[in-house]
């Protein structure tokens, strides 16, 4: 058999990139780490599950309806979003979970010799998305576990297209506040796209937090992310989406991938969107894990990073890749930090209560004396 | 930060005498071009004499060749390309002595004499293909000594990536100045070369200064094959016990590679400002100290990613030694015995030995396993001997089963397994080193 000559056919940047191996299935890890029981506190999962009303959609849905194409462009679903926040279903485009909708804004305005700003320490994908497009990634230092307003206005020039703001940030939890994210919109003053990805929105309870949605109309070159993932958890389904003007949302339709979110998500997100006594319910579960998780934490002397969304940094005294391996060994699955360029740091779920107590047990085993 | 883009240039021709002249002429010219001095460009042209008569008359006459030509800014490569089946494989060995030629000397074979004229000579079998790769390093004007007053503790410290010439050369001169006492690697010890791998891309580093430019330490880091990384440092010049700086530097360096798909980070010479609670130790390796002694230094490894287990191949001669260190490891691995059942199998082993002569050690790497492998190892361990080759070490990929074979001639001529590089290789790499006494053959 002859080789295909993959060296004359690649180009530069995708050579230059290594693939994401994503974690195997949790019956293996059970098995290669030989633990008899798994606490998922790696992804950021609700562990209510979804809303109750989309676990019924899930229940009842009819298996012949499989055969059948979904709705290409969510009709439902959008229609529903559009009567959430008050905006027109045009103004919505949904995919395969945000990371889709990220190539899609990546795809739709950049081209060769043009950059994307960000945050160096923040969710990988947008630099990842650019990278291997091609794209240069201008990736911030983040201040105070906060990005930073000037540094990254400084960093915009000419060929900068896509400004991507995490908020709150993933992983330090930190957030820009009205006053702040105006201020930042007025000095881009429609230079180029500002993402505002809000993966975590729904977890906020801050009065300052500002709402993406209703900055829309004030900033047209403004795009917001939210997901089905997270607060609604709907992550196996994989759904979420962005929102924006018409013409924005117009333009960024034309890079989309049709057909690419799949019939039982769309039902179920329309079953769970805005649903308040699941937020409600989840948010006192992350409030009271929080609580729990600082006050036994702190008594083991670790620094902690703590701010909005359903997650807490903690800074180890040990590398972050050697502890994941040691809780696995006890059935106690964390996110390490290094990836997200917090070596020594390990990004923790706050789950429930049975799952948290594992994971504090689990840690003084760990932790070197 | 992966290793730039390396102008080069190939020769495509038959393994035969008539076309001696051109290969050493397209050796020569080549390596002038990419900016070797004479002196050099005439070594690496008499090593190229010496493999293409070794091909054209012993290994491969008639054969296929492609010579590649490639300039680094710091070294040349000469690489020699051709397809395994042409070959006859066993003639790789450095300790092949066959040889057609009536005058030759049979004690010899050309591999060897041509491992003499470069710093770095690899042979290695990859898809199908045999490699040949010799390495020319530039050569850089006197070594760094110690020559800069001692430095004071610096009051404020920012991170910032070191490009410019003048700074990498005074960070050297730093290092052979306050870290006059420890090991370190051979690029710190010349200026030129600092400057030339950083501009080469190769190598990267980071700088801890102060608002006036002070230098108050820094770190180097470089790939290591396709999955590892090797940092070196971080080196501290004066500064209090208590610094942040260690850190700080340790966390710029991983802050540059955390996102680039490395697996791993390795710490071959570590220096006491690392901070030890980034890494774990794997195990400690014996290199030759510039004074001739034997320094037992400990490699610390961090693991920058998830580990997602896996399964691994072991003769019962070495599963001892795997349980051990996984156990201590926590990486979580599946061992599979390996073990003969009376099958038949090639009379011949062929090694593929990559020697660096600036630090006086051979790696070999099993490249074909036979029925002869405890006297090939043997063999190859008195060669070198004689060599006065002070440090020999094999690498075992405990993810290719056949590898394992050589379990018990490696113990059997005196090889100890010191330490594992988790998916260093298609599996994890175990690292043996030949113990300093005679072998047992």
Same mark, same amino acid.
């Given at each position: 058999m002859k080789s295909c000559p993959l060296d004359n056919l690649l180009p530069e940047y995708v050579k230059q990139f290594t693939a994401y191996v994503p974690s195997k299935p949790d019956r293996e890890l059970m098995k290669t780490f030989g633990c008899?029981?798994?606490?998922?506190?790696?992804?950021? %999962?609700?562990?209510?599950?979804? @809303?109750?009303?989309? *676990?019924? +959609? !899930?229940?009842?849905?009819?298996? @012949? =309806?499989a055969a059948v194409y979904p709705s290409g462009d969510c009709y439902y679903l959008r229609q529903r979003l559009a009567e959430l926040f008050h905006k027109d279903p045009e103004q919505f485009l949904v995919g395969n979970g945000a990371n889709e909708v990220i190539s899609f804004v990546i795809k739709a305005f950049c081209e060769k010799g043009d950059n994307i700003v960000t945050g160096d320490k923040t969710f990988a994908v947008y630099e990842w998305v650019a990278q291997f497009s091609g794209f240069e990634a201008r990736l911030v230092p983040l201040r105070d576990y906060a990005f930073d307003d000037e540094a990254m206005l400084g960093e915009v020039d000419e060929r900068t297209k896509i400004v991507f703001v995490c908020n709150p940030n993933n992983p330090t939890g930190t957030y820009w506040s009205t006053a702040g994210m105006r201020r930042f919109l007025d000095a881009i003053d429609g230079r180029c796209i500002v993402v505002i990805d809000e993966a975590y929105y729904e977890f906020v309870e801050q009065d300052d937090y500002p709402d993406g949605m209703s900055l829309? &109309? %004030?900033? @047209?070159? !403004? +795009?917001?992310?939210? $997901?089905?993932?997270?607060?609604?958890?709907l992550a196996g389904l994989r759904i979420g989406y962005l929102a924006g003007t018409r013409e924005v949302v117009d333009v960024i339709r034309r890079t989309c991938i049709v057909y690419s979110v799949n019939a039982l998500a769309q039902e179920a997100a329309l079953a769970a969107a805005g649903d308040e006594l699941h937020i409600r319910n989840t948010r006192d579960l992350v409030r009271q894990g929080k609580e729990f998780l600082r006050k036994e934490l702190t008594q083991l002397n670790l620094p902690l990073v703590v701010g909005e969304g359903n997650y807490l940094m903690v800074k180890l005294p040990m590398s972050d890749t050697l502890a994941y391996r040691k809780l696995m060994t006890k059935g106690i699955m964390i996110r390490t930090m290094t990836g997200f360029r917090f070596p020594n740091h390990i990004r923790v779920t706050v789950s429930k209560m049975e799952a948290l107590e594992a994971f504090v047990e689990a840690l003084k085993a760990i932790l070197p004396c | 930060m992966k290793p730039s883009f390396k102008p080069e240039v190939v020769l495509r021709l038959r393994a035969d005498m008539t076309f001696l002249p051109l290969a050493t002429a397209f050796a020569e010219k080549s390596a002038i071009a990419f900016g070797l001095e004479e002196p050099e460009a005439l070594s690496l042209t008499l090593a190229v004499e010496e493999i293409f008569v070794y091909l054209s008359r012993t290994a491969c006459p008639g054969g296929e060749v492609r010579i590649y030509s490639r300039g680094g800014g710091y070294f040349v490569e000469i690489e020699f390309l051709f397809p395994a089946e042409d070959f006859d494989m066993k003639s790789f060995n450095i300790t092949t002595k066959a040889s057609l030629d009536p005058d030759a000397d049979f004690s010899e074979t050309g591999l060897l004499i041509a491992s003499r004229m470069v710093e770095q000579f690899r042979f290695e079998e990859i898809e199908q293909k045999l490699r040949l790769t010799l390495t020319k390093a530039k050569t850089y004007p006197d070594h760094c000594v110690p020559d800069l007053p001692p430095a004071s503790p610096l009051k404020g410290f920012s991170i910032k990536e070191a490009v410019d010439p003048e700074e990498l050369k005074l960070l050297v001169r730093r290092i052979n100045t306050e870290c006059a006492g420890q090991v370190f690697p051979e690029i710190c010890r010349a200026p030129g070369l600092m400057v030339d791998i950083v501009a080469a891309g190769d190598y990267k580093v980071a700088l801890a200064v102060d608002k006036m430019g002070h230098i108050g330490g820094g770190i180097i880091w470089k790939w290591e094959g396709t999955g590892l990384i090797e940092c070196f440092g971080p080196y501290l010049f004066g500064q209090p016990a208590d610094s942040t700086m260690g850190s700080a530097l340790l966390d710029s360096c991983i802050a540059d590679i955390a996102r680039t798909g490395a697996k791993g980070l390795i710490n071959r010479f570590p220096t006491p400002d690392l901070p030890k609670e980034y890494f774990e130790p794997l195990g400690s390796l014996t290199f030759q100290a510039g004074d001739g002694e034997a320094a037992e230094l400990v490699a610390y490894y961090r693991h920058l990613e998830e580990d997602l287990g896996g399964t691994v191949w072991s003769h019962p001669l070495l599963e001892g030694f795997l349980q051990h260190q996984y156990r201590k490891l926590f990486f979580a691995r599946e061992i599979l015995p390996v073990k003969r059942a009376g099958e038949s199998c090639s009379p011949f082993s062929v090694l593929s030995a990559e020697f660096d002569r600036g630090r006086n050690r051979v790696t070999l790497r099993p490249v074909w396993w036979g029925e002869d492998a405890?006297?090939?190892?043997? &063999?190859? +361990?008195? $060669? !070198?001997r004689r060599e006065l080759i002070s440090s020999i070490f094999f690498e075992m990929d405990v993810g290719k089963s056949w590898q394992c074979h050589f379990t018990p001639a490696l113990v059997e001529n005196g090889f100890q397994p010191r330490l594992i590089l988790p998916y260093a290789? =298609?599996? &994890?790499?175990?690292?043996? *080193? !030949?113990t300093t006494g005679e072998s047992r053959s």
């Open positions: 008899s029981r798994l606490f998922r506190l790696n992804n950021n %999962e609700n562990p209510l599950g979804p @809303p109750l009303a989309a *676990q019924e +959609v !899930l229940r009842r849905f009819p298996p @012949p =309806k829309i &109309d %004030e900033y @047209p070159n !403004l +795009v917001v992310f939210r $997901t089905f993932s997270k607060m609604y958890g | 405890h006297f090939c190892l043997a &063999d190859h +361990v008195e $060669t !070198l290789g =298609k599996g &994890d790499l175990v690292i043996f *080193q !030949l």
